[in-house]
C-alpha cells in the first residue's frame, strides 16, 4: 500500500529514503538544500528550514479546520 501523502522533512539518508517513498501519490519535501534529489520527485518542494516553516503551516492548517 502506498501512501496519498508523503511529506519528507529535512531528510539526510537520500538514496535509500528516495527509494522507499517514490511511490507515494503526493511528495511534498522541505528540506535546506535546494539541490536535495527529494525535489526531482517531489510534487511539492519549500527549501526552508523546517524549525521556521513548520510552525506556520500547523497554524494554517489548524485556521482552516476550524473554518
Same mark, same amino acid.
Given at each position: +500500500?502506498?501512501?496519498? $501523502?508523503? /511529506?519528507?522533512? &529535512? ?9 522507499? +517513498?517514490?511511490?507515494?501519490?503526493? /511528495?511534498?519535501? /522541505?528540506?535546506?538544500?535546494?539541490? &536535495?534529489?527529494?525535489?526531482? /520527485? ?5 527549501? &526552508?528550514?523546517?524549525?521556521? =516553516? =513548520?510552525? =506556520?503551516?500547523?497554524?494554517? $492548517?489548524? &485556521?482552516? +479546520?476550524?473554518?
Amino acid at each position: +500500500m502506498t501512501p496519498d $501523502l508523503y /511529506i519528507a522533512v &529535512a531528510i539526510s539518508g537520500q538514496s535509500q529514503h528516495v527509494a522507499g +517513498m517514490g511511490r507515494s501519490k503526493n /511528495i511534498v519535501v /522541505i528540506n535546506t538544500d535546494p539541490e &536535495a534529489p527529494f525535489f526531482k /520527485i517531489a510534487r511539492l518542494g519549500v527549501v &526552508a528550514d523546517y524549525k521556521k =516553516l =513548520l510552525p =506556520l503551516l500547523t497554524d494554517k $492548517l489548524r &485556521a482552516a +479546520m476550524n473554518r
